[in-house]
């Protein structure tokens, strides 16, 4: 759907590729093309590849909502951390990373869609409420979080479903098109020097000397350095990275036009909607008011196209179970990349620089991190950043293949079912 409106996502007119540059990013998703635009500016000759079109992936293919949050407790955080880096990490996450894509989408004028109307986040069970808003409070205490608790008695003021139980409101959050997005960032990694080429998959970085050799099918660049921003694309070729990171499918559907006057009934404040259940729907009405954009986990693996929209069709008639003769007129799927600890990562392993783990929420936290590698290879003081610290785990029985996920998307699928039968007290 977003495609139809930004149209769909075209690799920029091929080049020879440059026999040596000083930064070779491998991926030109959100975070590859925000460290291109970076590492640009700040003088370094940079080529920007991507297997497929520039942001085909994920990047284009997720529900457009743009925010921050965390998905650790914060007494894991500090348990994990200390109070300063958790601090600090729980800053970046929810206010400074999508402060700077506010502030680089106004640079650049970048014209997506973005409309800052908050998020709902709507609780599963009744005994979250008040277990939700100690959280918050200690949130708050921590950081100027703008956000409250909404009781269950006013939550049709968001959003028009009995199924929560309550919720939370994010004041600052909001929505874009992620076609319109990425498309933007290419615009401006590519204003500033940086080149872009897409159907260039990297077949392999090996070290050359002092520096790095990235094959290609067009042949090798030499690079003094090298970016991986593939989080939940990472090829085999790139094997002490892809071990590091799960790839899992998130899946979204669009309903035929419903008209604004239908949508605005079930969006009354037009905020974006989440949810705390294993299932992790999320849905908007979309920028013009006229459909509704419903993601969610149909399954934690990829499944045939007929039964993804049969179990999103389900998710959404929860939801709305007016909507029962309603159509759905679009339907995709894109990878999230899971890191283990549930947290982002920028760093070095084996000499090469990366920035990925995303887990989920990528339209802030990538660009920001991808700005953050690029002034990390700069050797910018302003490269600093939380999520230098998180770490990258693995584990050993972990080599890329995500066998274990039918397992955990059954194991969640009860944790719902249990929970649903607790819901009420």
């Not at 799927?333 to 990925?356: D, K, M, Q, Y």
């Amino acid at each position: 759907m977003w495609w139809e409106d930004a149209g769909a996502p075209a690799a920029p007119p091929q080049q020879d590729l440059p026999a040596e540059v000083d930064l070779v990013i491998v991926g030109a998703g959100l975070t590859g093309l925000s460290a291109a635009r970076t590492a640009a500016r700040g003088g370094r000759s940079v080529l920007c590849l991507d297997a497929g079109a520039p942001g085909i992936g994920a990047s284009s293919r997720n529900g457009g909502m743009v925010g921050g949050g965390h998905r650790l407790s914060i007494e894991t955080l500090q348990r994990m951390f200390g109070h300063d880096l958790a601090t600090r990490i729980l800053r970046e996450a929810h206010l400074e990373s999508h402060a700077f894509v506010r502030t680089l989408q106004r640079e650049e004028t970048i014209a997506c869609d973005y409309v800052e109307n908050g998020r709902f986040r709507g609780l599963w069970r009744d005994r979250d409420y008040d277990t939700t808003g100690r959280a918050l409070d200690r949130l708050k205490a921590l950081i100027p979080l703008e956000a409250e608790m909404r009781p269950r008695a006013r939550q049709h003021e968001d959003v028009a479903t009995d199924l929560y139980r309550g919720g939370t409101i994010y004041l600052r959050h909001g929505g874009l098109n992620p076609a319109k997005w990425v498309a933007g960032l290419m615009g401006a990694a590519r204003r500033a020097g940086a080149l872009v080429q897409g159907n260039t998959p990297a077949l392999g970085v090996e070290r050359s000397g002092t520096a790095f050799e990235v094959r290609t099918p067009r042949g090798a660049v030499r690079g003094r350095d090298v970016l991986i921003a593939t989080n939940g694309y990472t090829p085999a070729c790139l094997p002490h990275l892809r071990r590091r990171v799960v790839p899992v499918p998130s899946f979204i559907v669009a309903t035929e036009e419903l008209g604004a006057e239908t949508v605005r009934a079930l969006f009354p404040t037009n905020r974006m909607i989440v949810e705390t259940r294993e299932r992790h729907c999320y849905f908007r009405a979309s920028p013009d008011g006229r459909r509704i954009v419903f993601g969610g986990r149909a399954a934690m693996f990829d499944i045939p196209e007929a039964v993804a929209q049969a179990q999103m069709r389900g998710l959404l008639l929860q939801v709305f179970p007016g909507l029962a003769g309603v159509r759905l007129s679009h339907s995709w799927r894109g990878r999230t990349g899971f890191s283990f600890n549930f947290l982002p990562n920028v760093g070095r392993i084996e000499g090469i620089w990366h920035a990925l783990g995303y887990s989920g929420s990528g339209n802030a936290m990538a660009p920001w991190l991808g700005h953050k590698a690029a002034l990390a290879i700069l050797g910018d003081p302003e490269a600093e950043t939380a999520f230098a610290r998180t770490g990258l785990p693995t584990r050993p029985w972990y080599r890329g293949t995500p066998w274990f996920l039918p397992l955990v998307d059954i194991g969640l699928r009860a944790k719902d079912a249990r929970n649903g039968i607790r819901r009420d007290g």
